[in-house]
């Protein structure tokens, strides 16, 4: 199932995908996608739905993020062998794990605004996948049964803050608008995230090629990695890394300006477009 959330920020209601790629409006099934609404019960419920009888949402709907209310939103570094490398770093030995706060989650194709002070904005198209039960101390093994679905994530980064001001990376990762998530959760039986392509433009330019067979450790292992430290709960996203192709990793690196329109995708989970606009209060 291709699974969206659509509205004004705020007041999404659920939806799925048809036959045709047309919105269907499920509200009158499901409460949103969020927390227990993503739960293993709730999603075959979903998945037994007569979709093409469904009523159609509104053709000028936004598309906001495919979860909501997230509590915990987690990301995962340096994951690619590649980027490692471009920015510098060395290749680690465990996953490299840091928080985004959930209220830089913002929609696919909503604009992106810059931060005051803001100096070396920059660019991560990377796989993210969303929790659909609580998850502690979870098997490799079992990983991908925890898993409610992936989608697609602009980890957007502002490289002076994360990595010049001192302390934890947080501190460029977590900007207002910063977490661009969707258009769609995408179920894992759809999906072979093991071979999956990324891309990314920066004004028709294309900045970011890759694929998720280049990645360090593989989904399973990351879930599994991540809940020997904390325990994820249903709609909690962990966004697992970006492949080379940033901003930082260039000689003379192009930095995000007000102005610049992101187009990204990921094969099998559409794509988003998202322009950068100044700061504003």
């Known amino acids: 199932m291709r699974l969206v959330r659509f509205g004004a920020p705020g007041a999404e209601k659920p939806g799925i995908l048809d036959d045709e790629g047309r919105i ?10 969020a927390r227990d609404g993503l739960s293993p019960e709730r999603l075959a419920h979903i998945a037994g739905l007569d979709r093409q009888s469904l009523p159609m949402a509104p053709d ?21 062998a590649d980027h490692a490398a471009e920015a510098g770093l060395h290749i680690p030995s465990e996953p490299v794990v840091f928080n985004k706060l959930a209220n830089c989650i913002i929609g696919p194709n909503d604009e992106v605004m810059q931060p005051r002070n803001v100096q070396k904005m ?6 993210a996948f969303v929790i659909g039960q609580r998850a502690r101390y979870v098997e490799k093994a079992d990983a991908m049964r925890y898993i409610a679905g992936f989608c697609i994530c602009n980890d957007v980064s502002e490289r002076h803050f994360q990595l010049e001001r001192s302390g934890q990376w947080a501190k460029g990762k977590c900007c207002e608008t910063f977490g661009p998530l969707g258009p769609w959760l995408v179920t894992p039986d759809e999906v ?3 071979n999956l392509g990324l891309w990314l433009d920066v004004n028709g330019e294309r900045r970011q090629t890759g694929s998720t067979a280049t990645m360090i450790f593989d989904v399973p292992y990351m879930l599994s990695y991540v809940t020997q430290f904390m325990v994820l709960e249903a709609g909690d996203v962990v966004t697992t890394g970006t492949p080379p192709g940033v901003a930082l990793g260039m000689k003379e690196p192009k930095w995000l300006q007000a102005g610049d329109v992101i187009r990204l995708g990921i094969d ?12 504003k209060l």
């Open 24 to 33: 269907r409006d499920l509200s009158g099934h499901t409460a949103d996608f």
């Open 268 to 279: 099998g989970l559409g794509e988003q477009c998202q322009r950068v606009v100044p700061f």
């Open 60 to 80: 000028d709907a936004r598309i906001g993020p495919p979860v909501g209310d997230v509590r915990n939103f987690i990301g995962i570094g340096l994951n690619y």
């Open 122 to 127: 920059d660019w991560e198209v990377e796989l």
């Open 192 to 194: 072979d995230v093991a």
